[in-house]
């Protein structure tokens, strides 16, 4: 009876808002179309920029959506976000669009980007009876972000595709000597590797465990986004000597990945720290010039 009542009470208050108004949306996700251009380049246009919209199957039906629109947010370097339509009349889904980053600068009275900038992509839902609803707004922010947890094929749901502004990427700035600040595994900091350039995509980096490793730490680039991956490797065959003589701590590896800051040329990247008898857990490093 107790628990009746209660019901009933709180059935009888009135909503913070008026329920006759609430609008039905339709939930868009959107991702950066894979081997696209993650990042985008201080005073360049030019790059390939993709994303795909899709409608994830939880949303069921949508018959009282008329179409979708892309909608830009760029955030300034000092923080003031501002939104433009750029592409509308989108239908048909899953979809892969091509974005022209001089036109969308373009719209926000620009002509390239900058940095401390960052370009965001996020969808407006137009129904058939006029509504928009906006994937980002100044009152709300973007959109969607309680709906996170949603599984759309193998991932999360993602509601906006986000391209920071960096400086462009050049490999052969971080050849030569360049300091390790941070290494949480050996400790001790800082000290001096030597960096080579295998190829267009690879670095090799000498020197590690401030010299006691005798192998180098080969690390892939991917100059789409400026992430880095670290394969499994050996870096010290013999490194059960470190602990006295112990077989059971030979073969040190490594195995991660991070990111490479061309602005400031440094790489910095966490890692999982093994030997044969097991892991010592995830270890932080930074390497700059």
Not at 62 to 71: A, P, T
Request: include cysteine; charged fraction near 20%; proline fraction near 4%.
């Amino acid at each position: 009876m107790l628990s009746l009542l209660f019901i009933t009470q709180s059935c009888d208050e009135d909503l913070p808002y008026p329920i006759d108004e609430v609008k039905r949306g339709v939930v868009i996700d959107m991702v950066r179309v894979e081997g696209t251009d993650g990042v985008l380049s201080d005073g360049l246009t030019t790059g390939n920029y993709q994303v795909k919209l899709s409608i994830p199957e939880q949303q069921g039906d949508y018959s009282f959506m008329s179409h979708v629109q892309l909608l830009a947010v760029l955030q300034s370097s000092d923080g003031v976000l501002s939104s433009e339509v750029i592409a509308d009349d989108i239908t048909g889904f899953p979809q892969e669009i091509q974005i022209d980053i001089a036109d969308t600068y373009s719209k926000f009275g620009l002509t390239t980007p900058s940095l401390g900038e960052i370009l965001y992509f996020t969808a407006n839902v137009v129904l058939k009876d006029g509504t928009v609803i906006p994937g980002w707004s100044k009152e709300i922010g973007f959109n969607n972000k309680a709906l996170a947890g949603w599984q759309t094929e193998d991932r999360a749901y993602s509601y906006n595709v986000r391209y920071v502004v960096a400086c462009p990427l050049v490999l052969d700035d971080f050849i030569g000597t360049c300091t390790v600040t941070l290494d949480e595994w050996w400790g001790d900091t800082p000290y001096d590797v030597t960096v080579t350039k295998i190829s267009d995509t690879e670095l090799s980096i000498s020197g590690m465990c401030d010299g006691y490793c005798s192998n180098d730490l080969v690390i892939k680039v991917d100059p789409t986004d400026h992430s880095i991956s670290i394969a499994k490797q050996v870096l010290e065959p013999n490194s059960g000597d470190w602990w006295g003589g112990r077989p059971t701590y030979n073969n040190f590896s490594l195995e991660g990945g991070g990111t490479i800051n061309s602005c400031e040329t440094s790489i910095s990247f966490t890692a999982n720290a093994t030997v044969d008898a097991g892991s010592f857990g995830s270890k932080s490093f930074i390497i700059g010039k």
